[in-house]
C-alpha cells in the first residue's frame, strides 16, 4: 500500500533526543550519497524545524521533526505538520475521542502479553469515506493506469527521444498535468509517480465532474442504508510470535445491515457459563452458541415445531440457554485423509458408507427434564404414527447410566440415533461409544472440562478446532488450493514470457520496472523451459506440462496446533477474539 500513495508516519520515543536525530542524519546523508537525485530540504511546520531528503519520484521521502520527546519520521509533510500540529494542542488529539477512551479502557497499555493495539475511529472513517477521499482515490487508479501505459511507451525509447508530454494529450491523458522523466520513471506533478503516488492528504481537490459526483452518491447512499447514526468504530489488540498469534478485536457499535444481525437475534443477551457445552480436551472441533428462547426467531421457530407436532404449545419450553456441537478424535479421520489423498471426489462416499462411526454430537442444555420427556414422547408418537414398526426404542445401560438406542426393527440397518440425559444436557449422536464416552464423563469431575472450558474464548460463540481436524481440512482442500494457487501461479507466465523476449531477466525486468515482484503462490520460483521455451513455475510448471507437487509446508494450514475463536454481543457491538497455536 505504501506504493499506491500512503502517508506513514513512525514515532520514536527518544531516551536522548539529539542522539537520535544525529542517527537519522547520518541514514539521510547515506541516502544523498548512494542516490544521484536525492536531495536535502528543510523548513518549518506549524512553527517547528524539520529537515529531511527527497528524490523527484519520492522513492527517497523522509522527513524529520522533533516533538518534546518524540522524534518524528514521516514520508508526507502535510502529515508531518498535522502531528506536530496535534502536539502542540492546536488541533484535536485522537485521545480525546469517546472511542479511544473506551478502547483503551479495555486494552490498557501494558496489557500482559499484548504486543500492539490498534485504533480506527469514527472519524477516520467519515474521513475515508467523504467525497473527497473517494473522489481521490479514483483518480489516482486511474492516474496509475494512465502512468502505467506512458511507462510501457519509455521501454522502447530513450527519455530523450520523446515528448512524454505530447505522448499524454495524444493518448487522452492531459489531465494528469504536466509530466517529466526521473530514471526510467514517469512523474506526474499532480499525481506522482508508480513508485510511489501522491498521498490524498497532498492532493489540491476542490472540484468533481458530473460523472465523479454521480459515482460518489451512488457510494454514499449504498453506504448510508447500512448506518444508523454511528460508523463503526474499530480497536484491535494483537500479539505475534513464532508459536502463537492472538487477537482481540472489539467493533462498536454494528452497522445496522450486518451479517451478524441474524444470529445476533437468536442469542439476543445471553451468555455462555463456563463449562457450557460438555467441553473435553478430545474434541477436535467443537462450535458453542448461547440460545435466548425468548428471541423472535426462536419463537417463530417453537410455534412451527408445536404445528408440526399436533397443536403442542412450546414444544421447546425444556431448552436452556446454549447448543453446542462437537467432533470427537478418532481413527476414521485417518482413514478418510488416506482415501482423500487417493481420490478426493471418494472422500464423501467413504464418509457416508461410515455415518455410524463419526464421532460427533450435537449438544443441548436442558432446564425442564419433565418437558423433554414430554418432547421425546411426541417425537416417538409421531415416527410411530408415520412409519408403524420400521424402528424401535431401545433403553441401554452403561455404568449404571441409561442412554436410547434408536434403532430398526429387524436390526439389519447399521445406522442408528442414540441421546442420553446427563446432568441438564441432553446429547445426540449416532455412535454409541461417543454417548457412553458423554456418560463417563458426566460420572468424572469437572476439573478437566473446566480446563477444557478455559480454552474456549467468546461469551456468546466458541469455536474451538484442533490439529486432528485441521490436518483432514488440509487433505480435503488440496486439491482445490493447488488448483487455485496453479491458476494464480500461471497468471504470471504471458507477462514473463513478453519480458524473455527482450533478453533480460523477466522477474528482474519487472520488478525494476512496475515495481512489483511476481511470485509463484507455491513457493517456487520462476524459470525458463528451453524446451518448451516457456517461462513456468518450480512448483506448478506451466499450462502445457502442468505439475502439482505441491510441498506440504505451502498449505495455509500446514503447522497449525490449534485455532480458537469467540464472538461476544454487547450493547449493540462486537467483540471477536481469536487465537492460532503452530508447532
Given at each position: 500500500?505504501?506504493?499506491?500513495?500512503?502517508?506513514?508516519?513512525?514515532?520514536?520515543?527518544?531516551?536522548?533526543?539529539?542522539?537520535?536525530?544525529?542517527?537519522?542524519?547520518?541514514?539521510?546523508?547515506?541516502?544523498?550519497?548512494?542516490?544521484?537525485?536525492?536531495?536535502?530540504?528543510?523548513?518549518?511546520?506549524?512553527?517547528?524545524?524539520?529537515?529531511?531528503?527527497?528524490?523527484?519520484?519520492?522513492?527517497?521521502?523522509?522527513?524529520?521533526?522533533?516533538?518534546?520527546?518524540?522524534?518524528?519520521?514521516?514520508?508526507?509533510?502535510?502529515?508531518?505538520?498535522?502531528?506536530?500540529?496535534?502536539?502542540?494542542?492546536?488541533?484535536?488529539?485522537?485521545?480525546?475521542?469517546?472511542?479511544?477512551?473506551?478502547?483503551?479502557?479495555?486494552?490498557?497499555?501494558?496489557?500482559?502479553?499484548?504486543?500492539?493495539?490498534?485504533?480506527?475511529?469514527?472519524?477516520?472513517?467519515?474521513?475515508?469515506?467523504?467525497?473527497?477521499?473517494?473522489?481521490?482515490?479514483?483518480?489516482?487508479?486511474?492516474?496509475?493506469?494512465?502512468?502505467?501505459?506512458?511507462?510501457?511507451?519509455?521501454?522502447?525509447?530513450?527519455?530523450?527521444?520523446?515528448?512524454?508530454?505530447?505522448?499524454?494529450?495524444?493518448?487522452?491523458?492531459?489531465?494528469?498535468?504536466?509530466?517529466?522523466?526521473?530514471?526510467?520513471?514517469?512523474?506526474?506533478?499532480?499525481?506522482?509517480?508508480?513508485?510511489?503516488?501522491?498521498?490524498?492528504?497532498?492532493?489540491?481537490?476542490?472540484?468533481?465532474?458530473?460523472?465523479?459526483?454521480?459515482?460518489?452518491?451512488?457510494?454514499?447512499?449504498?453506504?448510508?442504508?447500512?448506518?444508523?447514526?454511528?460508523?463503526?468504530?474499530?480497536?484491535?489488540?494483537?500479539?505475534?510470535?513464532?508459536?502463537?498469534?492472538?487477537?482481540?478485536?472489539?467493533?462498536?457499535?454494528?452497522?445496522?445491515?450486518?451479517?451478524?444481525?441474524?444470529?445476533?437475534?437468536?442469542?439476543?443477551?445471553?451468555?455462555?457459563?463456563?463449562?457450557?457445552?460438555?467441553?473435553?480436551?478430545?474434541?477436535?472441533?467443537?462450535?458453542?452458541?448461547?440460545?435466548?428462547?425468548?428471541?423472535?426467531?426462536?419463537?417463530?421457530?417453537?410455534?412451527?415445531?408445536?404445528?408440526?407436532?399436533?397443536?403442542?404449545?412450546?414444544?421447546?419450553?425444556?431448552?436452556?440457554?446454549?447448543?453446542?456441537?462437537?467432533?470427537?478424535?478418532?481413527?476414521?479421520?485417518?482413514?478418510?485423509?488416506?482415501?482423500?489423498?487417493?481420490?478426493?471426489?471418494?472422500?464423501?462416499?467413504?464418509?457416508?458408507?461410515?455415518?455410524?462411526?463419526?464421532?460427533?454430537?450435537?449438544?443441548?442444555?436442558?432446564?425442564?427434564?419433565?418437558?423433554?420427556?414430554?418432547?421425546?414422547?411426541?417425537?416417538?408418537?409421531?415416527?410411530m404414527s408415520a412409519a408403524p414398526g420400521s424402528v424401535k426404542w431401545e433403553t441401554r445401560e452403561h455404568n449404571k447410566k441409561f442412554y436410547v438406542a434408536i434403532i430398526s426393527e429387524d436390526g439389519r440397518e447399521k445406522l442408528a440415533a442414540y441421546y442420553a440425559i446427563t446432568r441438564g444436557m441432553l446429547t445426540v449422536s449416532l455412535n454409541e461409544k461417543l454417548i457412553q464416552r458423554v456418560i463417563d464423563r458426566s460420572l468424572d469431575d469437572k476439573a478437566?472440562?473446566?480446563?477444557?472450558?478455559?480454552?474456549?474464548?467468546?461469551?456468546?460463540?466458541?469455536?474451538?478446532?484442533?490439529?486432528?481436524?485441521?490436518?483432514?481440512?488440509?487433505?480435503?482442500?488440496?486439491?482445490?488450493?493447488v488448483s487455485e494457487m496453479q491458476r494464480k501461479s500461471w497468471d504470471n507466465l504471458p507477462i514473463l514470457n513478453e519480458w524473455k523476449k527482450r533478453g533480460v531477466s523477466p522477474v528482474e525486468f519487472h520488478a525494476r520496472h512496475w515495481h512489483t515482484r511476481l511470485i509463484c503462490p507455491g513457493g517456487g520460483t520462476y524459470r525458463w523451459n528451453e524446451k518448451d521455451q516457456t517461462m513456468e513455475s518450480s512448483v506448478f510448471g506451466h499450462p502445457d506440462r502442468?505439475?502439482?507437487?505441491?510441498?506440504?509446508?505451502?498449505?495455509?494450514?500446514?503447522?497449525?496446533?490449534?485455532?480458537?475463536?469467540?464472538?461476544?454481543?454487547?450493547?449493540?457491538?462486537?467483540?471477536?477474539?481469536?487465537?492460532?497455536?503452530?508447532?
Amino acid at each position: 500500500y505504501l506504493l499506491t500513495g500512503s502517508d506513514l508516519a513512525v514515532l520514536f520515543e527518544a531516551k536522548d533526543v539529539d542522539v537520535l536525530a544525529q542517527a537519522f542524519r547520518l541514514l539521510r546523508a547515506k541516502a544523498r550519497f548512494t542516490g544521484k537525485a536525492v536531495r536535502s530540504v528543510k523548513g518549518k511546520v506549524a512553527g517547528v524545524a524539520y529537515e529531511g531528503v527527497v528524490s523527484p519520484d519520492r522513492t527517497v521521502s523522509a522527513y524529520q521533526a522533533v516533538a518534546g520527546k518524540v522524534v518524528v519520521v514521516s514520508n508526507s509533510l502535510v502529515q508531518l505538520e498535522k502531528i506536530v500540529r496535534t502536539s502542540k494542542g492546536n488541533a484535536p488529539s485522537i485521545a480525546g475521542l469517546d472511542e479511544y477512551t473506551f478502547f483503551r479502557n479495555r486494552y490498557p497499555l501494558g496489557a500482559k502479553g499484548a504486543m500492539g493495539f490498534l485504533v480506527i475511529t469514527d472519524a477516520a472513517i467519515r474521513h475515508w469515506c467523504g467525497a473527497r477521499w473517494r473522489i481521490a482515490a479514483s483518480r489516482r487508479t486511474r492516474a496509475a493506469a494512465a502512468l502505467s501505459e506512458l511507462k510501457a511507451v519509455l521501454l522502447d525509447h530513450s527519455a530523450a527521444a520523446v515528448d512524454i508530454n505530447k505522448i499524454a494529450v495524444d493518448r487522452g491523458f492531459d489531465w494528469l498535468g504536466r509530466l517529466e522523466v526521473h530514471g526510467n520513471q514517469v512523474v506526474s506533478a499532480d499525481y506522482g509517480s508508480l513508485r510511489f503516488l501522491k498521498p490524498i492528504s497532498e492532493m489540491n481537490l476542490y472540484h468533481a465532474s458530473a460523472a465523479e459526483a454521480r459515482g460518489y452518491a451512488q457510494f454514499r447512499d449504498n453506504y448510508q442504508r447500512q448506518w444508523r447514526q454511528f460508523f463503526d468504530p474499530i480497536a484491535v489488540q494483537f500479539a505475534m510470535g513464532p508459536k502463537r498469534m492472538t487477537a482481540d478485536v472489539t467493533v462498536m457499535p454494528l452497522i445496522f445491515e450486518s451479517e451478524y444481525n441474524e444470529m445476533s437475534s437468536v442469542i439476543g443477551e445471553k451468555l455462555l457459563p463456563t463449562g457450557a457445552g460438555d467441553p473435553h480436551q478430545e474434541a477436535v472441533l467443537q462450535y458453542l452458541m448461547a440460545l435466548d428462547m425468548k428471541s423472535r426467531p426462536m419463537r417463530e421457530l417453537a410455534g412451527m415445531g408445536g404445528e408440526f407436532l399436533g397443536g403442542i404449545v412450546n414444544p421447546f419450553g425444556w431448552i436452556g440457554g446454549w447448543i453446542s456441537i462437537y467432533v470427537d478424535d478418532s481413527p476414521l479421520w485417518e482413514n478418510i485423509a488416506k482415501v482423500a489423498q487417493k481420490d478426493p471426489d471418494k472422500a464423501g462416499e467413504f464418509l457416508e458408507d461410515n455415518l455410524n462411526l463419526i464421532p460427533a454430537a450435537f449438544n443441548v442444555e436442558v432446564k425442564s427434564p419433565l418437558r423433554l420427556a414430554a418432547f421425546l414422547t411426541s417425537i416417538k408418537a409421531m415416527v410411530m404414527s408415520a412409519a408403524p414398526g420400521s424402528v424401535k426404542w431401545e433403553t441401554r445401560e452403561h455404568n449404571k447410566k441409561f442412554y436410547v438406542a434408536i434403532i430398526s426393527e429387524d436390526g439389519r440397518e447399521k445406522l442408528a440415533a442414540y441421546y442420553a440425559i446427563t446432568r441438564g444436557m441432553l446429547t445426540v449422536s449416532l455412535n454409541e461409544k461417543l454417548i457412553q464416552r458423554v456418560i463417563d464423563r458426566s460420572l468424572d469431575d469437572k476439573a478437566a472440562q473446566t480446563k477444557a472450558a478455559s480454552l474456549m474464548p467468546g461469551r456468546s460463540i466458541g469455536v474451538r478446532v484442533q490439529r486432528e481436524a485441521l490436518a483432514l481440512l488440509e487433505t480435503i482442500s488440496r486439491e482445490q488450493l493447488v488448483s487455485e494457487m496453479q491458476r494464480k501461479s500461471w497468471d504470471n507466465l504471458p507477462i514473463l514470457n513478453e519480458w524473455k523476449k527482450r533478453g533480460v531477466s523477466p522477474v528482474e525486468f519487472h520488478a525494476r520496472h512496475w515495481h512489483t515482484r511476481l511470485i509463484c503462490p507455491g513457493g517456487g520460483t520462476y524459470r525458463w523451459n528451453e524446451k518448451d521455451q516457456t517461462m513456468e513455475s518450480s512448483v506448478f510448471g506451466h499450462p502445457d506440462r502442468p505439475r502439482k507437487n505441491l510441498p506440504p509446508s505451502a498449505h495455509p494450514m500446514h503447522g497449525i496446533r490449534e485455532v480458537r475463536f469467540g464472538l461476544t454481543f454487547e450493547h449493540d457491538g462486537l467483540r471477536a477474539q481469536g487465537e492460532v497455536l503452530r508447532d
